[in-house]
T-cell receptor
Framework: EDQVTQSPEALRLQEGESSSLNCSYTVSGLRGLFWYRQDPGKGPEFLFTLYSAGEEKEKERLKATLTKKESFLHITAPKPEDSATYLCAVHRGNDYKLSFGAGTTVTVRA | DTEVTQTPKHLVMGMTNKKSLKCEQHMGHRAMYWYKQKAKKPPELMFVYSYEKLSINESVPSRFSPECPNSSLLNLHLHALQPEDSALYLC??????????????FGEGSWLTVV
């Protein structure tokens, strides 16, 4: 059975204090790993798709990386507006179903 | 900005009411989804439509009835719901290309409260 585990559950950062979120996964036939950002009461906002080990993608202060067993979402010099829950999800084979992790809630204080 | 549009944003309904949630996308995607999300939990898949045909039903109770009138529209008809069905209902879409790995884009969601 696919497993996606995110850590930590919650992360409190000072503005400008860089950190990383972890997403470890066990899935056969990984077809894609996805990162989403979700603000309270809103739908998940797509951030990145990673397909193969070694791949990296960046967007503003966020950088996502992928290995064969885990993915990291690095937040560089975060700002209060980066506060959100970050969700990791994996997609395997020809299955439509995304397997989500429980999320990491990031709070950035000014 | 999300290109998956959901209406209404908020809905309060009684247990004997019939209501519908609506979703529209104009990205040319041929796979559309309904997800349910409870507070502080990740989204859970309910239904998948592929090329306007129901492809997956994740054992969802029959009080939830999906409909895909065309490739851009997706509805979720609600009838005789229970208070525990109160949640954020998310519509999503993706390209429908095999093998998988197609990015799924979510709408803003419809907050449903059953009283």
């Amino acid at each position: 059975e696919d497993q996606v585990t995110q850590s930590p559950e919650a992360l409190r950062l000072q503005e400008g204090e860089s950190s990383s979120l972890n997403c470890s996964y066990t899935v056969s036939g990984l077809r894609g790993l996805f990162w989403y950002r979700q603000d309270p009461g809103k739908g998940p906002e797509f951030l990145f798709t990673l397909y193969s080990a070694g791949e990296e993608k960046e967007k503003e202060r966020l950088k996502a990386t992928l290995t064969k067993k885990e993915s990291f979402l690095h937040i560089t010099a975060p700002k209060p507006e980066d506060s959100a829950t970050y969700l990791c999800a994996v997609h395997r084979g020809n299955d439509y179903k995304l397997s989500f992790g429980a999320g990491t809630t990031v709070t950035v204080r000014a | 900005d999300t290109e998956v549009t959901q209406t209404p944003k908020h809905l309060v309904m009684g247990m004997t009411n019939k209501k519908s949630l609506k979703c529209e996308q104009h990205m040319g995607h041929r796979a559309m989804y309904w997800y349910k999300q409870k507070a502080k939990k990740p989204p859970e898949l309910m239904f998948v439509y592929s090329y306007e045909k129901l492809s997956i039903n994740e054992s969802v109770p029959s009080r939830f009835s999906p409909e895909c009138p065309n490739s851009s529209l997706l509805n979720l008809h609600l009838h005789a719901l229970q208070p525990e069905d109160s949640a954020l209902y998310l519509c999503a879409s993706s390209q429908d290309e095999l093998p998988g790995g197609n990015t799924i884009y979510f709408g803003e969601g419809s907050w449903l409260t059953v009283v």
